[in-house]
């Protein structure tokens, strides 16, 4: 199994207490997870990319404990194996296209995929030295989806990717998630509550507020 | 990629802010260079100036003035004390040489110094060219008066009366270029020496021909001074009573030190003055200013710095998501704090190279509106060791204004900022 959780727990200060489903996937599979706004999906995503710490079960990825990392060694291990596709593409805007993909080569300390052919594969190669600030919505939820992939994740985490985006782009990066994941051998998660993306992953749960 | 890079963008991605941040700082800096440099080359040079003049002997009046005008010929002498007296102080056991001066003329604001050999023996002064005085109206120029004014050996040129410009011009004499002497960065540089005779012909000349209106007897007169030669050691031979302006001496043993200043001041009708101590009542005078500037340098640092902290501040909450981000990919708290850091040390790291370099634009520019003063010989491209201790303050300053927000950075929640969206 490459990724597996079990009995997560988390409660935020104040609220009530969230119980989500357990997940399993091997490399190569694809997974939604459904849910009303509020009911947990994002907080889901953030444990499972180890930004947050659980108060029960537990994540494993490649078989390693994610409660089991600490500090800096958590955040290397999310750096060379989880790429997260967020809701807004966050590029930072310092940085031209190119860089920003450098950016993950260098926090992850690992060559990963080619930024050139990555860019070129996603239908953004002229785009490689443009300023982020240059960018259309769909550029640059696309440059994102280059900068997850970027170091050959193994779990792929995608936090609405499509709710800013038209029908034609919603496709696009729905594929581009699909394909690349598949050539990676990576499992996708995509947290999502738009219906177009039902229409491309029929595997699912969902996440209901107890 | 890396960390340095990542920093190095952020600063340029906000130019105004951080070009006003580093300007601000290289201001401050600028003005500790400045003070840096003005009292170091000044002391210095004070120092080189006075070395082996134990006193200064001249008329009555304020003893630092005749230092001023003994030692660094920037004041104007305190008046004449007759030769006689000069050369009685001369045969004291106490005294183991003196140099006699006598002051008064100028040529385009160079002073022009009656002495003998001993003065230029003094600064251990080499010719460039020619030789050293030997009759009268010869001259040897300074290195920087001779540079300003064009002339070489042979040369003839007019001194006018007083020791600054504009002054009327003793037409009837003219100067003769015998010899220039190689740059020192001393004193003697901007200095026009000549014989103790030739001054007093000068303005003996310029009252005869006023009196006696006689060409004739003029010429006679100039013809038989120009044919004598003239004193090269201790003081000029003459039988009429003629005037000095100031004498340097040095001391033949300690005890010297004590007894000599008293016997002179009590039992003569001259002063004498010690240019070590005078020297050092001066710097205490002017030590209240250099405070003062010291002070509004380091005010306009310490703003400087409040300003980078604030920028770093302001610029840390529109990047929340940005260290977020980095964080997600895998940067960690340590990188980030780095990051914030690293910002911080390079804006003040060039504010600090800008000022060093403004600084020393600022004394050139100082420098280059002060042809004549002591200042003009000042170097404004000298560094200093003491450049790099302004390096380190400018860093240190980097520093302290970092820490908040580099901790801040350092305590950001990724989760919590990325689910704010």
């Known amino acids: 199994m490459l990724f597996e959780s079990k009995n997560i727990e988390y409660k935020h200060p104040g609220q009530q207490k969230l119980i989500f489903p357990d997940i399993s996937l091997e490399a190569g599979e694809s997974l939604l997870v459904l849910g009303k706004s509020g009911s947990g999906k994002t907080t889901l995503l953030n444990l499972l990319a180890g930004l947050l710490n659980p108060e029960t079960g537990e994540i494993k990825l490649l078989g390693k404990n994610l409660a089991s990392l600490k500090g800096q060694e958590l955040d290397l291990f999310r750096g060379k194996e989880i790429g997260i596709v967020f809701q807004k593409p966050h590029l930072l805007a310092a940085l031209n296209v190119q860089e920003n993909l450098q950016m993950a080569h260098f926090f992850g300390k690992k060559k990963g995929q080619n930024i050139k052919d990555l860019l070129g594969e996603l239908g953004l190669a002229t785009k490689a030295k443009s300023s982020v600030l240059t960018l259309s919505e769909g550029e640059a939820q696309r440059v994102s989806i280059a900068r997850a992939l970027a170091n050959s994740p193994k779990l792929i985490l995608a936090d609405e990717p499509t709710s800013s985006l038209d029908d034609e782009n919603t496709e696009k990066v729905i594929n581009l998630l699909k394909t690349q994941a598949a050539k990676i051998g990576a499992a996708l998660i995509i947290v999502t509550h738009d219906q177009r993306v039902k229409a491309h992953i029929p595997n699912f749960v969902e996440v209901k507020a107890a | ?421």
Do not use: C
């Open chain 2, 1 to 421: 990629m890396n960390l340095f890079k990542l920093s190095w963008k952020y600063l340029t991605f906000r130019p105004l802010s951080t070009g006003l941040n580093v300007f601000l700082l290289a201001l401050g800096l600028a003005i500790i260079t400045v003070l840096l440099l003005i009292q170091d080359q000044f002391e210095k040079k004070m120092n080189q100036d006075a070395a082996g003049i134990d006193l200064v002997v001249g008329a009555k009046g304020s003893p630092l003035q005749l230092i001023l005008a003994g030692v660094y010929h920037i004041d104007f002498p305190t008046g004449n004390i007759p030769m006689e007296e000069a050369q009685k102080l001369s045969r004291n056991r106490l005294v183991k040489n003196i140099i006699p001066m006598a002051l008064g003329d100028n040529y385009l604001g160079f002073r022009i110094v009656g002495t003998n050999h001993d003065y230029p023996a003094l600064y251990e002064a080499q010719l460039h060219s020619g030789v050293l005085w030997a009759k009268p109206f010869e001259v040897v120029l300074g290195a920087e008066v001779a540079e300003k004014a064009g002339y070489s050996v042979g040369d003839e040129f007019v001194g006018s009366h007083g020791i600054s410009v504009g002054s009327h011009e003793h037409d009837a004499n003219k100067f003769k270029v015998v010899g220039v002497l190689n740059r020192k960065g001393n004193v003697l540089d901007r200095l026009i020496l000549t014989s103790v005779e030739s001054i007093w012909y000068t303005h003996d000349e310029g009252s005869e021909v006023d009196v006696e209106d006689s060409t004739a007897n003029h010429q006679e007169h100039q013809q038989m001074s120009l044919s004598d030669s003239v004193a090269v050691k201790g003081f000029p031979k003459t039988s009429e009573s003629r005037d000095l302006t100031t004498l340097l001496i040095q001391y033949r043993n300690p005890m010297a030190a004590i007894q000599l200043p008293r016997l002179i001041n009590s039992g003569t009708s001259m002063q004498a003055a010690s240019p070590s101590f005078e020297m050092s009542r001066l710097f205490e005078l002017l030590g209240v200013g250099i405070t003062l500037l010291q002070g509004l340098a380091v005010v306009i640092i310490g703003i400087s710095g409040l300003g980078i902290f604030i920028a770093l501040f302001n610029s840390l909450k529109e990047r929340k998501y940005d260290l977020a981000i980095l964080r997600a990919i895998g940067a960690s708290r340590a990188q980030l704090l780095l990051l914030i850091f690293l910002e911080g040390i390079m804006l003040t790291f060039m504010g600090a190279i800008l000022g060093i370099l403004l600084g020393h634009s600022f004394l050139s520019v100082i420098i280059s509106q002060n042809e004549q003063g002591v200042v003009a010989s000042l170097q404004p491209w000298v560094f200093l060791k003491q450049e790099l201790w302004i390096v380190v303050y400018a860093l240190v300053v980097g520093v302290l204004a970092s820490v908040i927000p580099a901790f801040a950075a350092y305590q950001t929640s990724i989760a919590k900022q990325l689910t704010k969206a």
